[in-house]
């Protein structure tokens, strides 16, 4: 159907959700706007900070697992992967711990899409 040049969608509501799958997996609160899986990138870590930091850092929130870049030297790159048990406790763990302190440094989380 057409109104004054423009072209109006005329399909079903539920069609059109279904047409973006996408949409489903965003945020439930609106917020942010980005779809998150259940894998975040973990930012600005120190040096020095091991897996099991990040293992104890993120226990509340349903950690499975930590894949972080280790140097000859025995230090970490500054960044890490953490998978969560789920898409929402990725997006809890971004929403409850970026910008948290963790030895000594605030650490940023993003969703590792």
Not at 49 to 63: E, K, M, N, P, V
Not at 72 to 77: C, K, R, Y
Not at 85 to 99: E, G, P, T, V
């Amino acid at each position: 159907r057409r109104v004054h040049g423009d072209v109006r969608d005329t399909a079903p509501a539920a069609r059109r959700d279904n047409a973006l799958p996408a949409k489903r997996a965003r945020a439930a609160d609106g917020g942010g706007g980005f779809v998150v899986g259940s894998a975040v990138r973990v930012g600005n870590l120190a040096f020095e900070a091991t897996s099991q930091d990040l293992y104890q850092h993120f226990r509340s929130a349903g950690i499975l697992d930590v894949l972080m870049k280790v140097k000859p030297n025995g230090m970490n790159d500054g960044s890490a992967v953490v998978t969560f048990n789920s898409a929402q406790a990725a997006f809890l763990a971004i929403r409850d711990f970026h910008n948290s302190s963790l030895r000594g440094r605030r650490i940023t989380l993003t969703p590792d899409n």
